[in-house]
């Protein structure tokens, strides 16, 4: 994520902790801001994952693999 749009939600977390507050659309724009912050943070820890490897006692090495998903009702 560029250092601008880090800096845009830290600015809008200032803001909202203000007497003012945000308006509607800085609200939004926020939300939307730390989304795609978080899309990315979870895009480069699912990489970082999908390239580790576990050691076992006798030096086995295993790839992790996802915990499969439980029934969604």
């Known amino acids: ?11 809008l ?3 909202a902790k203000g ?15 730390r989304q795609e912050f978080l ?7 699912i990489g970082t994952l999908e390239n580790t490897y576990v050691e076992d006692e006798h030096g086995n090495r295993t790839k992790l693999r996802r915990k499969p ?3 969604q009702n």
């Open 1 to 11: 994520m560029e250092k601008e749009k880090i800096d845009r939600i830290n600015e």
């Open 13 to 15: 977390a200032k803001k």
């Open 19 to 33: 007497p003012e507050g945000l308006t509607h659309e800085e609200a939004e724009e926020q939300h939307a801001l």
């Open 39 to 45: 899309d990315e943070i979870r895009q480069s820890v």
């Open 69 to 71: 998903q439980p029934p």
